[in-house]
Structure formats: structure tokens, C-alpha cells
């Protein structure tokens, strides 16, 4: 009856109105706390095995909300990349970690910091300007500077961002290969875009001294690392006999729990300090 699809319709209309504001009301949430600024930077430190100091450390994110709650990265970052609204997050983080890091970096030139960039960077060059403006006469230098590319989430254009690598290392900051041997783009990339670094993926490190197969993607990642001159950090490093193995190996760089969860700024900030005064 007319009266039978007039209701329906109208009951349609309540059910969407009703759906699409429960979606605003989350995706409005998300875009106010980009506006409002509550992107953090955490920095988890980055240490040299051979010797045992903080070589630099890697920036990664938190949202810390009005409430005080610290929510990890992985609740929002499929999100932020799918709106692309990682890439204001992101030159937000880089603005903070100037004010954060700046004197330190300043007063220890051989420190570097690391800064993770997804494949909506390399759609166009914007990201060169902005990484020349953040730093340019910042306390950190542009050769303390690298930007790290996973290798699980495909770049567009192959051509526009070797283009964009090499603007970015003529600068004199380095590019990094992250989760290095988790995606399908590795030996692709590192054939194309001439990395500096190799960042090996926790899930390899997990089971060395454990497993020979995981041993033996991390023994033949390094070879080709050595073979292509250039260095490896390893990740997720928790326990001491993975040390030990990656020292055999002869990784020169590792990051993991062992050594320091990321911190806030300020117990970074103290950490070096204080490692510095020994
Ligand atoms: P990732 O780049 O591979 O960063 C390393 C992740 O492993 C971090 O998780 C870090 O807290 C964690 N981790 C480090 N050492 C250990 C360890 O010994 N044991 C364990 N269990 N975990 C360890 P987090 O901070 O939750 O970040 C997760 C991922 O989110 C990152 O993985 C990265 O892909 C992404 N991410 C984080 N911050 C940013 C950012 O600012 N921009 C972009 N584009 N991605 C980011
Ligand atoms: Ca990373
Ligand atoms: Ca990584
Ligand atoms: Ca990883």
C-alpha cells in the first residue's frame, strides 16, 4: 500500500540519517583532534651494539586525548592514511620534534632521527618542501635526518618517488627500508630508489637463536645489505642472545623493549642526557 511504502521510506531515511551521523560523529572526532593538534611524538631510542650508545632514535605517534588516554598508532593509522590525513599528522610530528629534540640534537651533532613516511608522501613533492622548511635552521640538521619507507604498503609511482628520494638525500638526510622482508615491494624497491638503510623487521628478529629459517632471512638480508653498502637496524630487539647473534652478524644498529620502550620527549630527552654524563 501507498501508506506501507511511505513509512517504509521514511523509516529508510531515519535509518541512514541516523548512520551517516554516527560516521560523521567519528570521522568529525578524528579531524577535530588533527586540528586540535593531539598528535604526539614518542621517540623510541636507537642504539649502536658495537659500542652500546644511543646512536638517534625513531619517532612514532601517539594521540593522546583530552582525557589523557595515549591510543597507539595502529587504532588510527588506516585511517589517517585511507583520509590522508596522515600527511598533516605527520608535518605536525615533524614541527614538534624541533621543539622536542632541537637543543639536544644541537648539542649532539652525531645523534640522528628517523620519521616514518607512508606511500601517500610520495604521491607528489610536497613532502621535500616541508621537510626543507621544518628543519631549515632547526637545531636538528638535515644529515641527522632520515625517513623511513615500509615496504607493506605499495608506492604508486616508482619514478616520481625515486625522484623524491633523491631530493630528499641531496639534502643530505638518508632514506630507510622499513619492515624489511614482511611486504612484496623489498627487492623491487631497493633496486629502484637507492636506499641508505635496511630496518629488518621484529618478526624475523623474534626467532633468531631459535628458528634457522628466520636465521637465515636475516643472515641473507644482511649480505645484501653489505653487498649494496649499506647499513641495517635491527627491531624489536628484547633479549640479550639476540644481541649477541646480531653483534656475530655484524648489525651495527638495533632498536627494541630491551633497551627502551618509545618515550615522551622528556624521557628521551633525559635518557641521552644522562647517558652522556657517564
Ligand atoms: P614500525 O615502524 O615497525 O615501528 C616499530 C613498532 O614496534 C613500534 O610500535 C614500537 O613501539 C614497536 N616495538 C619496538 N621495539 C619493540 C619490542 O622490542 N617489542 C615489541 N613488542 N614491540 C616493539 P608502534 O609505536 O605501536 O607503531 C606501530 C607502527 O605504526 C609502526 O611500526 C609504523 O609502521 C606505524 N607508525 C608509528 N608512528 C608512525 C608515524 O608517525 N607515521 C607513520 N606513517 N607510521 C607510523
Ligand atoms: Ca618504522
Ligand atoms: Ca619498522
Ligand atoms: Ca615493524
Known sequence: SIIGAVVTGIFTLLVGMWISWQQNDGSDEFSRAVSAQEFYPYYQPVVDIMTGKIAGCEVLVRWIRDDGT???????????????????ITRQLMIKTVEDIGPLYKANPQLKVSINLTATHFDNADIVSEIRQ???????????????????HPLRDLDLSQQI???????????????????????AYLQKLGFDIIKIDKMFIDHVCYDVTSETIVHSLHDIADRLGLSMIAEGVDATDQIRYLQNLGVEMAQGFIFSKPLPASEFVALVEAKANL
Open 70 to 88: 595515549v591510543v597507539p598508532p595502529g587504532a588510527f593509522l588506516p585511517y589517517a592514511e585511507a583520509t590522508g590525513l596522515i600527511r598533516e
Open 165 to 187: 628520494f633523491k631530493e630528499i638525500q641531496a639534502m643530505g638526510a638518508k632514506m630507510a627500508l622499513d619492515d624489511a622482508g614482511t611486504g612484496h615491494g623489498g627487492l
Open 134 to 152: 621544518t628543519y631549515y635552521n632547526s637545531g636538528i640538521a638535515y644529515r641527522q635526518l632520515m625517513f623511513e619507507v615500509t615496504e607493506q
